[in-house]
């Protein structure tokens, strides 16, 4: 390549500057394609007599591949085969020339891909013409992924309705590129060449497309961005089983996806004397205000056990509370089937409950009736789902940090493991998770408080007068 003529202050203008030089200083013949190349320096050339004059470039990269422009203006990319040997005259074969596609809707990382099938296929005694067929006949992503979702995603049992419609929703934002969100909208139109991937065909599209759409979606969120290279991960390999593409190139460790952050490594849970305080905040509200008396005791609830409020306690029915067995089953949680013990404070809890039950419920037959905590105004549901303005009351009236409700959950796992002493696995059942990996998150947290509070102690005690 000429470098005299690259550089900031003077790019390449034209598509000869591209062209690369051996040790001697002379020309190959051959540009590293690019897909700004093809697009902005390989133009329709015209002779003294405005003449159309046949443009052609060689690829450095993949040799035999070459890319042109016709006469129209339109570009397309072909592979020019040398058949070695000669004929029976003793005359060279001569060179068969096999077109590949057309740019841009075929890009120079597709065109590469599809010369090198092709350099295997001639290898191994195929007829390259059907090679290109089947790629042009090849599926592309959108189509894959509605193949696996009318195949898997809608019939297979371990997937809830509520994964469905959270998959959906991603790939119909990520993937057709349609979102409701202005947000969104506004990502997708400022990125739109590095998020169109699903129009490309699977076996077309490289790991560095991947990383790009990554990146892309990484500028609306890290955390959306890692779920939706996630879910083409079983995407590309379900793909690779049913050979619809021969490699899986969707493998990203855990450098090349964005950093994850636990809640945990944001904001300390509630202390032990701020748990008291929230607790006897709570009691004093609806002693005072009985009409959010459901709300505190959903709150005194998710105190004393830890478990999801909204999906998990809100929803609680009287049916499963099974009194013998001191027992509270749960059907249908994110980690599947699921039950808790009842303690004394949750007994306390319940028998409220109850006695409000009787009251309101006396001779009047109710949907609500069935829950522990019913709705009190119409609503589609017959159970409460919002307790966030009493939450934030019992807060001010405590006097403590105003948290997320769901910090109620990582409060009562980490003062569970101090309370039995480490034991992960009784913490992991009654705190409803799936794996250890959280509550083991929760052990480490002490024991960075710990230390955090030796080194206050030993802090205190070397400037003591």
């Given amino acids: 390549m000429n470098k005299k003529l690259i550089g900031h202050n003077q790019p390449p203008v034209q598509l000869e500057d591209f062209l690369i030089l051996d040790v001697d200083g002379k020309s190959t013949g051959r540009i590293k394609f690019t897909n700004t190349i093809i697009r902005k320096h390989l133009i329709r050339k015209l002779n003294a007599k405005q003449e159309y004059v046949e443009t052609i470039i060689n690829d450095s990269e993949k040799i035999g591949l070459k890319a042109k422009i016709n006469l129209g203006g339109s570009k397309s990319f072909f592979y020019k085969y040398n058949p070695k040997g000669r004929t029976a005259d003793g005359k060279r074969r001569n060179p068969v020339p096999y077109h590949l596609g057309n740019f841009p809707e075929m890009k120079v990382e597709a065109a590469r891909s599809l010369v090198e099938d092709l350099k295997q296929a001639i290898k191994l005694g195929r007829d390259p013409k059907t090679v290109i067929e089947e790629r042009r006949k090849a599926k592309t992503l959108s189509e894959t992924i509605k193949l696996w979702k009318v195949k898997i995603l809608y019939k297979a049992t371990r997937y809830k309705q509520s994964t469905i419609d959270d998959v959906d929703n991603r790939f119909k934002n990520w993937i057709d590129l349609n979102s409701i969100h202005p947000k969104t909208n506004r990502v997708i139109l400022n990125n739109r060449s590095d998020l169109n991937i699903g129009t490309k065909r699977m076996v077309e599209i490289t790991k560095d497309d991947l990383i790009a759409y990554h990146a892309a979606i990484s500028k609306s969120g890290a955390y959306q961005a890692n779920r939706i290279i996630d879910d083409l991960k079983v995407i590309f390999k379900w793909a690779k089983e049913n050979k619809i593409i021969k490699e899986n190139i969707c493998n990203f ?213």
């Avoid at 709150?299 to 509370?321: A, D, F, P």
């Avoid at 105004?377 to 159970?383: A, L």
């Fill in 253 to 465: 460790n855990k450098e090349e996806l964005n950093p994850e952050y636990t809640r945990l490594d944001e904001v300390d849970p509630y202390s032990r004397d701020e748990w008291r305080l929230i607790r006897k905040a709570a009691v004093k509200l609806y002693k005072n205000n009985p009409r959010v008396f459901l709300a505190c005791m959903a709150v005194l609830l998710t105190l004393y056990h830890g478990r999801r409020y909204k999906s998990e306690l809100l929803t609680l029915k009287w049916t499963q509370i099974d009194w013998d067995m001191n027992k509270v089953l749960l059907h249908d949680t994110k980690t599947g089937k699921s039950q808790f013990s009842l303690n004394r404070l949750s007994r306390w809890v319940l028998r409220q409950l109850w006695k409000y039950k009787k009251v309101r419920f006396k001779n009047i037959k109710s949907i609500k009736s069935r829950y522990l905590f019913p709705a009190t105004r119409k609503s589609k549901k017959p159970y409460i789902q919002d307790i966030r303005k009493t939450w934030n009351k019992i807060c001010a009236t405590a006097g403590v940090r105003r948290l997320e409700i769901y910090m109620l959950k990582h409060t009562w796992g980490c003062l569970a493991l101090l309370a039995t002493n480490g034991n992960v696995k009784a913490v992991k059942d009654e705190g409803g998770w799936k794996t250890y990996k959280m509550v083991e998150r929760y052990s480490k947290f002490n024991k960075k408080q710990l230390t955090k509070y030796s080194e206050d102690i030993g802090n205190y005690l070397a400037h003591a007068k």
